[in-house]
């Protein structure tokens, strides 16, 4: 080999490296902003991951995932939210709950956010309207929090001896007072006398199941927030110890073994902010993509958990249910 061809081929040699990190550079980047844990919200980021894959974005092969966890402190979201910016991020999913988007919202102006939110997003100021979100955010109202009433009254149906029904909410959780508002409405129009709980952390969820079997009530509301998600083994092992009829916000509950759910499916609901980011990173703006809800709101019912609680679920209940557990 002569000594200039071994010169050139020692300079590739040295500068390959250095090539090879732009190109990684050269991914884009997403944030991932959540509210909770990795570990309680595993489906839910499978679901965002399988969503980034329908669009042609796979982690680590074309595409880089940060995330950026608050483990139940949403004290500490506006922090992750600017660490997110300072890095120059392509896109940020804010999810796992309102403080989530809303630490987004406040910490960039520039970057496209898609949000997932358990209230109506116009009413709470995050966009300007579905059809034509503006700005610089988008993403997909649940519904959880416009359907609570609901909830109510299919648990009155289901256990329709139950004059005297407790709800566990969380105070943390910005949508609580609208919760609240409409399910005492309700309770208030089919006669059953409620009874309020709050609940922030493990131990107030413990004592608050201690607090309904002092005060005798027949049935538990839980009430829509993403901590509670997280928490949804500890609620239905609970509910199960107490012998308790209890209703859920997602069939992420009914299938650790709660007796009854009524909400969205919340993966699909990751897996469709992930399309958005997806579609965002291939060049569309949020201000153009339309707030998405959810096309079917699920009734799951876990009949071996209704057979253990001494239950028979009403066949007009059974008729409608999108998913019976047995």
């Not at 995932?65 to 300072?86: G, K, M």
């Not at 709980?197 to 049935?219: C, P």
């Amino acid at each position: 080999m002569r000594r200039r061809e071994f010169i050139t081929l020692l300079g590739a040699a040295a500068t390959w490296p250095l090539g090879a990190r732009a190109q990684q550079s050269a991914m884009p980047v997403i944030g991932f902003l959540n509210g909770s844990s990795a570990t309680s919200f595993a489906p839910m980021v499978a679901g965002f991951r399988r969503g980034l894959s329908t669009v042609g974005y796979v982690e680590g092969r074309n595409v880089v995932i940060e995330f950026r966890w608050s483990e139940n402190q949403p004290e500490r979201l506006p922090a992750l939210a600017a660490d997110l910016v300072e890095r120059h991020v392509s896109a940020i999913a804010a999810t796992g709950g309102l403080h989530a988007v809303l630490a987004a919202k406040t910490a960039t102006a520039d970057i496209p956010i898609v949000f997932t939110s358990g209230s109506d997003p116009v009413r709470l100021g995050i966009t300007a309207s579905f059809n034509r979100p503006g700005g610089n955010l988008t993403g997909v109202n649940m519904l959880i929090t416009e359907i609570e009433s609901k909830r109510l009254s299919l648990l009155h149906e289901l256990v329709p001896a139950a004059t005297r029904v407790a709800v566990m909410a969380d105070p943390n959780n910005p949508d609580s007072d609208t919760e609240l508002k409409d399910v005492r409405a309700e309770a208030l129009a089919i006669g059953v006398q409620l009874d309020v709980l709050h609940a922030s952390n493990g131990k107030e969820i413990e004592a608050g199941f201690a607090r309904i079997a002092q005060i005798g009530a027949q049935a538990l509301q839980v009430a829509g927030a993403p901590f509670f998600i997280a928490e949804r083994e500890r609620f239905t092992t609970l509910a199960t110890r107490h012998h308790i009829p209890a209703i859920y916000e997602a069939r992420n509950y009914a299938e650790a073994g709660g007796l009854v759910s009524y909400g969205p499916n919340v993966v699909d609901v990751y897996r469709q902010a992930g399309v958005y980011v997806g579609q965002i990173l291939k060049g569309a703006r949020p201000s153009d993509l339309p707030v998405i809800q959810p096309t079917r709101i699920e009734l799951v019912i876990n009949l071996k958990t209704a057979k253990g609680l001494g239950l028979i679920v009403p066949p007009t209940l059974l008729a409608i249910a999108d998913e019976v557990i047995e």
